[in-house]
């Protein structure tokens, strides 16, 4: 046996000839339960964490099925497994954040402070509440499914005032894109609807109004890909088809996920 089959075999012999020391290190382990979190000097998070052996199983299967790779238009997943992996936590994360119910957790989680006309014309930075410096690229990217709240400052950065929360998709609108987009549209995407944003083909910030014909689904890590690569959108009879990049398709051959074209089953 290798050394990981031995180590199985081991603690499965255990279970049968001390049960009463196995629960009680089962126990043990859940009590050194730990989680750290802190920024290095780009504003990256670092997170390291303890996880006791049932519920880091738990963890570790659902991590697991959202790294799975993706193909696009049939090229090999260029992530590698550790990218794939953070971008499995950033999906389950946003997965939380979007239920409405749990108590005392709003949906503004992240509050900028930048100069409108920068952002709209992607120059200058914006700065977080803890002081984390954000590009307006980046900024424009996380506003697509992120409720902006406006504040007019004065010249010294006083609130003079507070606007309301508006441009992101109403819930009645969600519910018609999960039954026409029936989850992440981005072509070969299996993603359900529970785990999409709301991405505004052309941009809130450009203009572009939040009706269901500049709206589309998509998962975390194919809203990336449409902000990083110069993948366009556009819209056949109502279903959105995804023109890709001359690198990828010199034809540039408008593609659609395939579950579109057939009914919902019921």
Known sequence: MNPRDLMVVGKRVRQHVDPDGVYRDEQEAIARRSARMGRDQDGCLHLKAMIDPI?????????????????????????????????????????????QDIPGLPRSLLIVTMDFDNLQHKTGCGETHTGQPMSADLLRQTACDTTV??????????????????????????????????????????????????????????????????LVLLCVHHHHVIHDQDWEIIFEHGIPSFIPPKWID????????????????L
Request: net charge neutral.
């Open 149 to 214: 709240i406006p504040i007019v400052l004065g010249g010294e950065g006083e609130p003079l005032a507070y606007g309301r929360e508006r441009r992101l998709a109403s819930l009645a609108q969600k519910r018609a894109l999960a039954v026409r987009d029936k989850g992440c549209a981005f072509p070969g995407c299996d993603r359900p609807p529970s785990w999409t944003e709301a991405h505004h083909v052309v941009h809130w910030i450009d203009g572009g109004p939040t009706d269901l014909d500049n």
């Open 55 to 99: 519920n880091g199983e738990k963890v570790w299967n659902f991590l697991s099925a959202l790294a799975k790779p993706k193909s696009v238009n049939g090229e090999k997943d260029p992530r590698t497994f550790e990218q794939r992996l953070a971008d499995a936590f950033i999906e389950a994360m946003t997965m939380a954040m979007s239920i």
């Open 250 to 265: 010199p034809d540039q051959a408008p593609l659609r996920n395939i579950r579109v074209d057939h009914p919902l089953k």
